[in-house]
C-alpha cells in the first residue's frame, strides 16, 4: 500500500548509538505483559550530542498522533531534530488516511522532525524511502530479523501472524509502517514499529494486505524499546546527514543502491492500483532517480509510478 512519498497533512559517531542493555530471549507463546516503559533519559544520552542531528528526546504516556504533534510544533518554529515517542497513540495515522494503533507499551510510535533546507525539493520524494532504509537495518543490526522493505517504505518480516496466532508459512508480514508529512519546508516522519505485540494484538489484514507481525512473534532476541529506538534514530542520523550534504544526492550517498538492496518488491509480479482506481499489472523492474517505482509492462518501455498500492502477487 503505497501513496505518494510525501503528504502535506490534512506527521560517540552518528551511525552508533551509545550501548544499551538487551532484553531477554522472548517466549512468542508467553501471555502478553506490556513492556518497559522508554526510558527518555537513556535514549537522550545515546543518540543527543553536539553537532549532531537529534536535538530533543520527549517521551509522552499518550496522544492522538505524534505526526500531528509534531506537525503543530513545526508550524510554532520547533527545530530539526526534535523526537517525540508516545508509550501509547489513539488517533496514529497510517498513509492514504488509514488508521495505526497498538497496544499501550507493545510498539515503538515515534515521530522524528526534519527540516532539509539544502536539498532541492524534486529529491525530497526519498525521506520515507531513507526512512524505511534506516528502519530496516537497524531491526536487522539489532534482532538479525530478515527484515525488508515493500515500495515504498512498509517494513517487511515473515511470514506474518494472523489474528489468532496462524502462522509460520505463507507471504511476509508488515511489521512497521511509516509515514512522513510535509508543511512550510519540514518534514515529520512518523514510524510505528510492532515490537511485543502478541497474536491477539495485531489488527486483521484488510482486501489485498499482507497480515501484520511483531520482532516478538518472529523470535527477536531484542524486545527493548529503548534500545531499539536509539538504533534507529542512529541510524536515521547517519543516513539524513550524509543525505542533505549531498543535497538528495542519492548515487553519491549509495542510498540508492542500499533502498534496492533491501526492497522486496523489485523482481516481483505486482498489481498496483492507482489515485482514482485505475489498476496495473506488471514487475517491478527498478527505482528510478527520483524514488518512483518502475512497473514493467511489455512491449512498452517502464513505466513510473510515483503513488498507488501496491500488491505483492505470487
Same mark, same amino acid.
Given at each position: 500500500?503505497?501513496?505518494?512519498?510525501?503528504?502535506?497533512?490534512?506527521?560517540?559517531?552518528?551511525?552508533?548509538?551509545?550501548?544499551?542493555?538487551?532484553?531477554?530471549?522472548?517466549?512468542?507463546?508467553?501471555?502478553?505483559?506490556?513492556?518497559?516503559?522508554?526510558?527518555?533519559?537513556?535514549?537522550?544520552?545515546?543518540?543527543?550530542?553536539?553537532?549532531?542531528?537529534?536535538?530533543?528526546?520527549?517521551?509522552?504516556?499518550?496522544?492522538?498522533?505524534?505526526?500531528?504533534?509534531?506537525?503543530?510544533?513545526?508550524?510554532?518554529?520547533?527545530?530539526?531534530?526534535?523526537?517525540?515517542?508516545?508509550?501509547?497513540?489513539?488517533?496514529? &495515522?497510517?498513509?492514504?488516511?488509514?488508521?495505526?494503533?497498538?497496544?499501550? &507499551?507493545?510498539? /515503538?510510535?515515534? #515521530?522524528?522532525?526534519?527540516?532539509?533546507?539544502? $536539498?532541492? &525539493?524534486?529529491? /525530497?520524494?526519498?525521506?520515507?524511502?531513507?526512512?524505511?532504509?534506516?528502519?530496516?537495518?537497524? $531491526?536487522?543490526?539489532?534482532?538479525? @530479523?530478515?527484515?525488508?522493505?515493500?515500495?515504498?517504505?512498509?517494513?517487511?518480516?515473515?511470514?506474518?501472524? #494472523?489474528?489468532?496466532?496462524?502462522?509460520?508459512?505463507?507471504?511476509?508480514?508488515?511489521?512497521?509502517? +511509516?509515514?512522513?508529512?510535509?508543511?512550510?519546508?519540514?518534514?515529520?516522519?512518523?514510524?510505528? /514499529?510492532?515490537?511485543?505485540?502478541?497474536?491477539?494484538?495485531?489488527?486483521?489484514?484488510?482486501?489485498?494486505?499482507?497480515?501484520?507481525?511483531?520482532?516478538?512473534?518472529?523470535? #527477536?532476541? @531484542?524486545?527493548?524499546?529503548?534500545?531499539?529506538?536509539?538504533? +534507529?534514530?542512529?541510524?536515521?542520523? =547517519?543516513?539524513?546527514?550524509?543525505?542533505?550534504?549531498?543535497?538528495?544526492?542519492?548515487?553519491?550517498?549509495?542510498?540508492?543502491?542500499?533502498?534496492?538492496?533491501?526492497?522486496?518488491?523489485?523482481?516481483?509480479? +505486482?498489481?498496483?492500483?492507482?489515485?482514482?482506481? =485505475?489498476?496495473?499489472?506488471?514487475?517491478?523492474?527498478? %527505482?528510478?532517480?527520483?524514488?518512483?517505482?518502475? %512497473?514493467?509492462?511489455?512491449?512498452?518501455?517502464?513505466?513510473? $509510478?510515483?503513488?498507488?498500492?501496491?500488491?505483492?502477487?505470487?
Amino acid at each position: 500500500m503505497t501513496e505518494p512519498p510525501l503528504e502535506e497533512p490534512a506527521a560517540a559517531s552518528p551511525d552508533a548509538a551509545a550501548p544499551l542493555a538487551a532484553a531477554a530471549p522472548p517466549d512468542a507463546a508467553a501471555p502478553l505483559a506490556a513492556g518497559a516503559p522508554l526510558d527518555a533519559a537513556a535514549l537522550a544520552a545515546a543518540v543527543v550530542r553536539p553537532g549532531g542531528l537529534w536535538r530533543s528526546v520527549e517521551v509522552v504516556p499518550v496522544t492522538g498522533s505524534t505526526n500531528a504533534d509534531l506537525l503543530a510544533r513545526a508550524a510554532a518554529g520547533a527545530p530539526e531534530g526534535t523526537v517525540l515517542a508516545a508509550e501509547q497513540q489513539d488517533a496514529g &495515522r497510517g498513509r492514504l488516511g488509514r488508521t495505526w494503533t497498538s497496544p499501550p &507499551r507493545a510498539a /515503538l510510535t515515534f #515521530s522524528v522532525l526534519l527540516r532539509p533546507d539544502q $536539498v532541492p &525539493r524534486a529529491r /525530497l520524494g526519498w525521506l520515507p524511502l531513507l526512512a524505511g532504509v534506516a528502519v530496516a537495518a537497524a $531491526v536487522r543490526d539489532l534482532t538479525a @530479523v530478515d527484515a525488508r522493505l515493500k515500495w515504498p517504505n512498509d517494513v517487511l518480516a515473515g511470514p506474518g501472524k #494472523s489474528a489468532g496466532g496462524l502462522g509460520g508459512v505463507g507471504p511476509p508480514g508488515k511489521l512497521a509502517g +511509516i509515514l512522513a508529512e510535509a508543511t512550510n519546508g519540514a518534514v515529520v516522519v512518523g514510524v510505528g /514499529l510492532n515490537v511485543s505485540t502478541g497474536p491477539d494484538g495485531l489488527p486483521p489484514p484488510g482486501p489485498g494486505a499482507l497480515p501484520a507481525t511483531s520482532l516478538r512473534l518472529l523470535g #527477536s532476541p @531484542v524486545l527493548d524499546r529503548t534500545q531499539l529506538l536509539a538504533g +534507529i534514530l542512529a541510524a536515521l542520523e =547517519r543516513r539524513y546527514l550524509t543525505w542533505s550534504r549531498e543535497l538528495g544526492d542519492t548515487e553519491r550517498t549509495g542510498l540508492r543502491a542500499e533502498y534496492t538492496g533491501l526492497c522486496a518488491t523489485l523482481g516481483r509480479n +505486482i498489481r498496483v492500483e492507482l489515485p482514482g482506481g =485505475r489498476l496495473l499489472d506488471g514487475v517491478a523492474a527498478g %527505482i528510478d532517480a527520483d524514488g518512483r517505482l518502475l %512497473i514493467g509492462m511489455p512491449p512498452g518501455a517502464d513505466l513510473p $509510478v510515483a503513488a498507488g498500492d501496491v500488491v505483492h502477487l505470487r
